[in-house]
């Protein structure tokens, strides 16, 4: 099915409905950006040890998934070359995520890296508290490159296997938003580490035309500003929505946001894991299948790898890629990191890199349902009942 016709050019709702939301939120779009997408570690490992490589003032990197693999050793024999050389590292991991890794961390502060736990495992701490983990992945280097989106430093998405390497996108962010992504990665470090972090100088003129508009929440400041973004966009698309999700529980709202633009003529089109590591939350989102093929959703299962991606495409000259997935998770208990990018050349190269992922994907229509036992379908939808914990 074609794309519906375009608004009229003066109806520019979706960006209107955008700044309004920047002014309610207290934050900001940044001019001036130059963006490329990352695909899969194939092409964002390289880029990240060459900033890294690079770095003359500052590395700041945070990540869920800290490995100790080959990928792991990589950055690890990366960062600690900088940190001998007297660039400060600073190094933010979660303490569940990354827990294999200690031995490196205590080498790379020995070589005179800072490395800090977010929301380390404390027995007398409460159990909401071990919930939230950092979910982020960031990596700013001297105040002018950053990175972010899906991809932890682990083997999983560059070597073979069954089901890999993961499918999964990053952004590399030239330009006045990498400074956004510093006081994201402040934000944390400041409180989890004890320290008072503050920007780098900026030498780097503005490379680009992308506009660019970072968002992250912290543990100390929980405001939901994520969730308040997505619904914005598909509330306000007037042509399509494009989504890739590699954990699609979503709530009642989000939910219903995605239903009623499908149900006015929006384009929505969902790309969701075939094979997947947590296939709990595979089973729980089948029971929302039904209604949102009934409503003119589209859906359909990657088949050749884990799908690890979180991205969507909003009508021409929107795209959102970060870490958040469409779960209770990510909107209530983990620390995210999401860009918003309003460049119509982004969100063409993300609409191809999504039409590429469908050529590999299985669509999952009415009779697929009903192919389903009902014992089946029973089973789904008593997995669905656990969405507030997946």
């Not at 105040?143 to 999964?168: K, S, T």
């Not at 997947?276 to 959703?297: C, E, F, N, T």
Request: proline content about 5%; glycine content about 6%.
């Amino acid at each position: 099915m074609p794309l519906p016709p375009a608004p009229p050019a003066d109806g520019k709702l979706l960006e209107a409905s955008l700044l309004a939301m920047q002014r309610r939120l207290g934050v900001r779009f940044t001019a001036g950006n130059e963006v490329r997408i990352l695909r899969d570690g194939e092409e964002a490992f390289p880029a990240m040890l060459s900033a890294i490589q690079e770095a003359k003032q500052r590395i700041l990197f945070e990540a869920y998934i800290f490995r100790h693999d080959r990928t792991g050793v990589r950055f690890f024999e990366a960062l600690l070359e900088k940190a001998r050389a007297g660039v400060p590292v600073y190094i933010l991991h979660d303490a569940v995520g990354s827990a294999e890794a200690w031995e490196l961390f205590d080498l790379l502060q020995a070589a005179g890296a800072q490395c800090a736990e977010a929301n380390p495992i404390r027995f007398l701490k409460r159990f909401r508290r071990w919930h939230n983990r950092d979910h982020r992945k960031i990596l700013v280097v001297d105040g002018d490159a950053g990175f972010l989106g899906g991809i932890n430093v682990g083997d999983e998405y560059v070597e073979p296997g069954p089901n890999r390497p993961f499918r999964d996108t990053h952004l590399e962010i030239r330009g006045p938003a990498a400074r956004h992504l510093e006081t994201a990665f402040f934000d944390v470090w400041n409180t989890e580490a004890g320290g008072k972090l503050k920007g780098t100088a900026h030498s780097s003129p503005a490379p680009g035309e992308a506009r660019v508009l970072i968002l992250a929440e912290t543990f100390r400041r929980y405001t939901r500003h994520l969730r308040h973004l997505h619904l914005t966009a598909f509330k306000s698309a007037t042509r399509r929505i494009w989504i890739t999700n590699a954990y699609f529980v979503p709530d009642h709202q989000i939910r219903k946001a995605i239903l009623a633009a499908a149900k006015r003529g929006v384009d929505v089109r969902i790309i969701l894991p075939g094979p997947i590591d947590v296939p709990v939350v595979r089973w729980a989102a089948h029971s929302l299948y039904g209604v949102m093929l009934k409503a003119g959703v589209r859906i359909y299962e990657y088949q050749p790898r884990m799908l690890h991606a979180k991205s969507v495409v909003i009508d021409d000259e929107c795209a959102l890629v970060g870490s958040t997935n469409l779960d209770h998770r990510s909107f209530y208990h983990n620390l995210e990191v999401q860009s918003l990018v309003l460049d119509e050349k982004l969100t063409a190269d993300l609409a191809a890199h999504f039409e590429r992922d469908l050529s590999e994907s299985l669509p999952i229509t009415k009779e697929t349902i009903q192919g389903w036992p009902k014992l089946l379908r029973l089973f789904y939808q008593f997995f669905y009942l656990f969405k507030r914990w997946l």
